[in-house]
């Protein structure tokens, strides 16, 4: 997400590189460049000037200290006005009641219904609240069934009846269903609707009025730029919502959308997407997505991701396998599928600070590792504790089982050498991160089997 932002914000802050001091001159140069990059973003070219304009009144009425060049100074500026035009720090979503209530609203095709999914599956694991899913959207065909489906890969309860076609009727009994039997929160997905759709954005006015929701979330794609924003602001004038979830920001977007929906809209973004998958959902952090904008990583997420992954049983498990020198091929496994759990591998690699940038030409999916879990997996138990054993007919047996060459089983076992050494001078949770990179490295260097 934002590459190319990134790559020409990196530009105008190189004007000032080699400056002994800054100056009203290479100061304007430098803003027209950031100014340019907002723009070429889809910000619209209102909030890109106003938001040039402070950085320049910012810089210009700073000393440069000896300990830094203006370069420095200029992304240190730019950095803390990112942070303050994407809504300054992380906002709490409002959960409180019995149960809390949380309406989601937003266009066709937005992804209400899987975001919808994803917020009960992040309720559960992060606050612990037992979540109802209520239908309400009547107008899609096997809307009610999406969300069923949904609801069944999450863990979470769905309330529909088909029978009913009145929305605020069944959000109203979804409602009451979830009093009944001790949720803490309901979720109420409905029909993705057109503002000039003046019939659709009068019933979902009535839903609001009737359930009376804690909280009001605005789903829009990420990828439409300034016409999310443009749409979002349409919406908060008749919803007054309280929030918004940023979806598809790990596709190719610009990121204008995310930049500016703040400052125009005067909501927040509560969450983004980050991929398909269920757990792809993360609070958004305007200073951390600030971090990234501007090349510096994202440890404090990266993490957060290794913690949700955590488990502190088989870590101590672990390490005193890996202080006996017994870490094996089962061992491997087991944190490989960990890690995987995290999420997108390129998305992670890029939390990475300082390597963010060379992580974008590299070829990584979600199917990174498929040839690694294929050779462990045509090993026995056996060759898994105590790959020592592994001569030339076992090692032809496992390439030819896994689908690989025999050269790329040595790489494997070779690289798994590297990887035993490396744990042994790690700890629990360095463990996982420490392998991520060992990881990296391999993909990079072209070692992994497919």
């Known amino acids: 997400m934002f590459n190319n932002l990134s790559d020409k914000l990196e530009r105008a802050f190189k004007v000032l590189k080699g400056q002994g001091q800054i100056t009203e001159i290479n100061v304007a140069e430098t803003v027209k460049e950031i100014r340019r990059a907002l723009v070429d973003a889809d910000v619209s070219y209102k909030t890109a000037k106003e938001f040039t304009a402070k950085i320049k009144d910012e810089a210009l009425g700073r000393d440069v200290l000896t300990s830094i060049s203006p370069g420095q100074l200029m992304t240190k500026i730019t950095h803390e006005a990112l942070t303050e035009l994407m809504g300054g720090e992380a906002e709490e979503m409002n959960i409180h009641g019995t149960p809390a209530v949380i309406l989601m609203a937003g266009l066709q095709g937005s992804g209400k219904t899987t975001h919808s999914g994803k917020l009960a599956k992040w309720l559960k694991e992060s606050k612990s609240k037992k979540t109802l899913l209520v239908a309400c959207d009547v107008y899609r065909p096997a809307a009610i069934d999406q969300l069923h489906v949904v609801g069944e890969q999450v863990g979470a309860e769905v309330f529909s009846n088909k029978e009913e076609k009145d929305p605020v009727k069944i959000a109203q009994a979804g409602i009451q269903y979830a009093k009944q039997n001790g949720f803490h929160a309901v979720i109420v997905d409905t029909a993705g609707r057109l503002a000039v759709d003046e019939a659709m954005m009068k019933e979902i006015e009535e839903i609001k009025a009737a359930i009376n929701p804690n909280e009001i979330l605005f789903v829009v794609d990420s990828m439409t730029g300034q016409d999310a924003v443009n749409t979002a602001k349409t919406f908060n004038d008749r919803l007054d919502f309280s929030g918004v979830i ?62 949700q992954q955590f488990d502190e049983e088989e870590a101590k498990k672990l390490q005193a396998k890996i202080a006996k020198n017994k870490f094996d091929f089962n061992d491997f496994l087991g944190q490989l599928q960990q890690i995987k759990k995290m999420g997108n591998m390129k998305d992670l690699i890029g939390m990475i600070p300082g390597v963010g940038k060379a992580a974008r030409n590299m070829d990584i999916d979600d199917d990174a590792f498929k040839g690694i879990e294929a050779i462990i997996l045509s090993m026995t138990n056996a060759e898994r504790e105590n790959p020592s054993i592994l001569n030339g007919s076992r090692k032809q047996r496992i390439a030819k089982g896994s689908g690989n060459s025999i050269q790329e089983v040595n790489k494997l076992l070779k690289q798994f050498g590297e990887t035993k050494k490396m744990m042994q001078m790690m700890n629990n949770k360095k463990g996982m991160m420490g392998m991520m990179k060992q990881l990296k490295q391999m993909q990079k260097q072209g070692g992994m089997p497919r």
Do not use: C, W
């Open 246 to 307: 940023l979806t598809k920001l790990d596709g190719d977007t610009r990121g204008g959308a995310a930049l500016s929906i703040k400052a125009i809209v005067t909501k927040p973004i509560k969450f983004i997407g980050t991929g398909e998958k269920m757990d792809a959902l993360d609070v958004f952090h305007p200073n951390r997505m600030a971090d990234r904008i501007l090349g510096m990583g994202d440890v404090v997420s990266l993490v957060e991701r290794v913690q």
